[in-house]
């Protein structure tokens, strides 16, 4: 069963960071790439970075990049969001994804609340 857990959000002032865990079961996490992907209060999905499988290459917004790293341990069967510079506009539910062909993602996580506030 596959199961994807996500932790670490939490407040955090303008400019502060955070780091987001996700933690996998269930299948092969090493093969798969890996999404993270948030929701603002009162908008709609917004995709926010991918980590592939091969080569763990890397991909992200244009609103995140320069701040927000995506990196896995697949030795632990992890996945990692490190955000730096945070903006308050950043606030949102953050979701961990399994990644599928065509960009599909058809496992999520319930994710993890990130609010970034004075």
């Known amino acids: 069963q596959v199961q994807l857990v996500e932790s670490g959000g939490g407040l955090v002032q303008p400019g502060g960071s955070l780091r987001l865990s996700c933690t996998a079961s269930?299948?092969?996490?090493?093969?798969?790439?890996m999404n993270w992907v948030r929701q603002a209060p009162g908008k709609g999905l917004e995709w926010v970075s991918r980590?592939?499988?091969?080569?763990?290459?890397?991909y992200s917004a244009a609103s995140v990049k320069g701040r927000f790293t995506i990196s896995r341990d697949n030795a632990e069967n992890t996945l990692y969001l490190q955000m730096n510079s945070l903006k308050p506009e950043d606030t949102a539910v953050y979701y961990c994804?399994?990644?599928?062909?065509?960009?599909?993602?058809?496992?999520w996580g319930v994710g993890t609340l990130v609010t970034v506030s004075s």
């Open positions: 994804a399994q990644g599928g062909n065509y960009n599909a993602m058809y496992y």
């Open positions: 980590i592939l499988s091969v080569g763990s290459s890397t």
């Open positions: 269930g299948f092969m996490f090493s093969t798969y790439s």
